[in-house]
């Protein structure tokens, strides 16, 4: 019985641990949606059909104390990379941003948020 108790002993203070210690916090967040375009069509055009565009649009609200700089935001849109550069978000601050448009190759492509990059000050 002694050996169970220590075992589950060892097993807390592991986890303890690894949420104190090692697990990576979360230090932003991101509140995005994702906006589809269509391009107008002229009847003289060289090509009928009309081209379609994507991109993200939303707000990035450091939630760390410490001062984020150079932070990339990047989405994938149709395995094409769309990124917003912020240069500085001090802690609690919150920003607005645009990714740059992405030119769609399928109707309804995958999109989702590749990565957050920044450097802490």
Known sequence: M???LVFILLIAAGYF???NFLK???VVEINA????VRESVD???PALQARDF???AGTVKNISDKTLNNIIVT???DAQPSTASIDKLEPGEEKNF???PVMLRNMDPGHYLKSVEYDEK
């Open 17 to 19: 641990a690894y949420d």
């Open 98 to 100: 645009t990714t740059n």
């Open 24 to 26: 990576e916090k979360e």
């Open 2 to 4: 002694k050996k169970f």
């Open 33 to 36: 949606s994702y906006n589809k």
């Open 43 to 45: 009847i003289d055009a």
């Open 75 to 77: 989405y994938l849109i």
């Open 54 to 56: 994507s991109h993200y």
